[in-house]
């Protein structure tokens, strides 16, 4: 536990609880955090679910100053080391890393013939073709 709050410096030194259930963290790191404690716990004790239920209940949330924990009363009490390792990065959050986007490949390529084509089309790859040979000029 000593490794582990030395490998993060896990004192919590505020936070916010929203009415939606979730904690705005801030640890003496200078990490913000968020928890959305209806997803955190969903799989716990009654005594913890609870939380999830009663808004007053949650919103009563208090700091204990010495350890940096979070604690509602005796029995529900949360450690700054599981409350980082239930929580995600507030700045991951806001700036999500950009999704790879796949292109959809063409399966089937249908070339027209000569006496197919318009005089618009044929106009157009006249002029692609320019273009194309112009960027190739530049290119070298």
């Not at 604690?71 to 995600?88: C, G, H, I, P, V």
């Not at 399966?107 to 960027?135: D, F, G, M, P």
Request: one cysteine or more; charged letters at 35%.
């Amino acid at each position: 536990m000593n490794e582990m709050r030395r490998r993060y410096s896990m004192k919590i030194i505020s936070f916010y609880a929203t009415k939606t259930f979730k904690l705005v963290l801030e640890f003496e790191n200078g990490k913000y955090r968020v928890c959305d404690f209806i997803k955190s716990v969903k799989s716990s004790k009654d005594l913890l679910k609870e939380l999830t239920v009663d808004v007053d209940l949650f919103l009563s949330i208090k700091i204990d100053n010495t350890s940096g924990d979070l604690y509602w009363d005796k029995n529900r009490k949360f450690s700054a080391e599981t409350l980082y390792e239930l929580s995600m990065d507030l700045d991951q959050l806001i700036n999500p890393p950009p999704r790879k986007i796949r292109l959809p490949v063409a399966s089937k390529t249908t070339h027209l013939t000569e006496a197919s084509k318009s005089r618009t089309t044929r106009e157009l790859e006249k002029s692609n073709k320019e273009l194309l040979e112009r960027i190739r000029i530049n290119k070298t």
